[in-house]
């Protein structure tokens, strides 16, 4: 089956310390890949997304992510967090030609000041 | 000015109860989807429509059921409300759907208990 796992339930970080949170995937062929964070009770946001292009994709609030395609892999990092990263990060996939955004189960960031 | 908006934003019911939640985009977006947030944490679509046409209908209970009068607006109707129920309800829309740039907005959520 498809899926989308994300390895780090909850990481725990002081303020600074850089970040890096793993996604991987099950697809095969060509995909959309997407990160969402969820800050406590709002709405998910799109942080940044990799259609095609540079593996390399720089997001909103200083976030980067590294499409390697051989590893399925789609990590996501911040050199420096802030208390205000503190939220929950989704990683998702699309399959091109497909409808589905498969989401991976999240991974829970605090960051202590 | 928001892109994608629900309402209610919380709902408290009994059990056994009908009731429903209303998405609206004013994006321009064709697409509609309804998206389920369990207690921890986990999203998974439950429905999606196109120019208001089902195309995805994963394996949700038939107490759920999505209408969508136009294709700016997906609502859900929820009949005989079970406590399993009880979870977040996103709504998001996005300009299409098996295209190669389809990008998904999200709504503010709904927060539905059921006592």
């Known amino acids: 089956a498809q899926s989308v796992s994300q390895h780090n339930h909850h990481v725990i970080l002081s303020e600074a310390a850089s970040l890096e949170l793993g996604c991987n995937y099950s697809?095969?062929?060509?995909?959309?890949l997407f990160w969402y964070v969820q800050y406590p009770g709002q709405h998910l946001q799109l942080l940044l997304k990799y259609f095609s292009g540079d593996p390399l994709v720089k997001g909103i609030k200083g976030f980067e992510a590294e499409f390697i395609k051989s590893k399925f892999s789609f990590n996501l990092r911040k050199p420096s967090v802030q208390w205000s990263d503190t939220a929950e990060y989704f990683c998702a996939v699309k399959k091109t030609g497909f409808q589905k955004l498969v989401f991976g189960t999240g991974t829970r960031l605090l960051v202590s000041p | 000015d928001t892109a994608v908006s629900q309402t209610p934003k919380y709902l408290v019911t009994q059990m056994g109860n009908d009731k429903s939640i209303k998405c609206e985009q004013n994006l321009g977006h064709d697409t509609m989807y309804w998206y389920k947030q369990d207690s921890k944490k986990f999203l998974k679509i439950m429905f999606s429509?196109?120019?208001?046409?089902?195309?995805i209908n994963e394996t949700v209970p038939n107490r759920f059921s999505p209408k969508s009068p136009d294709k700016a607006h997906l609502n859900l109707h929820i009949n005989s409300l079970e406590l399993g129920d009880s979870a977040v309800y996103f709504c998001?829309?996005?300009?299409?759907?098996?295209?190669?740039?389809?990008?998904?907005?999200f709504g503010p959520g709904t927060r539905l208990l059921v006592l």
């Open positions: 998001a829309s996005s300009r299409e759907t098996s295209g190669s740039r389809q990008t998904q907005y």
């Open positions: 697809y095969g062929g060509t995909v959309n």
């Open positions: 429509y196109n120019n208001k046409e089902l195309i």
